[in-house]
């Protein structure tokens, strides 16, 4: 059991098996995440050997900058090789995103990056946009932040923008409804 919930993929294999052999996990939104449950999220995380998918969207406003150490950094640098990255919904800004972003480094395979529903602002871009110039994302989602068109143009003269095959920036700011492919 986690947090009270027996974890499964989507084989029905229990979280001991996960650890070894899941290839994605999603964490639902009603876990109402602390600090304890963070770090055990994080211990588990560490362990994992074939991870490409991992959603933890939709913990609106929990989220604190201890937490996401807790969850990214204190146990890390993971060893498995993620593809897809859900962290919308959350709630956070700048500072949050200023503790995830050196961690994206590690996962040269990344290839889709969710941070819907936040509250990213035009800094906040800037700093994803310097990260993009190191990480080559593909798809890269960020809908309904506060994002203006200052901040997406940080986002798209990044050195690595030419990878990007779909932009989702929706929501933002001045930018209105925009789809980018």
Known sequence: KLFGITCYDENGSKIDDIINSATKIKFPHALHLNLDKCREIGLVLSRCKMLQELCLNGNRGSFREDMLVALFLEEGPYNFPLKSLDLGNNQFGTRELTTILPFLKSWEELDYLSLDGNCI???????????????????????R??????????????QNARYLTSLMISNNGDIGSAEID
């Open 145 to 158: 932040n506060q994002i203006s068109k200052e901040g997406l143009s940080c986002i798209l003269s990044s």
């Open 121 to 143: 602002d035009n800094e906040g871009a800037q700093l994803l946009a310097e990260t993009l110039d190191t990480v080559r994302i593909r798809r890269l989602s960020l809908n």
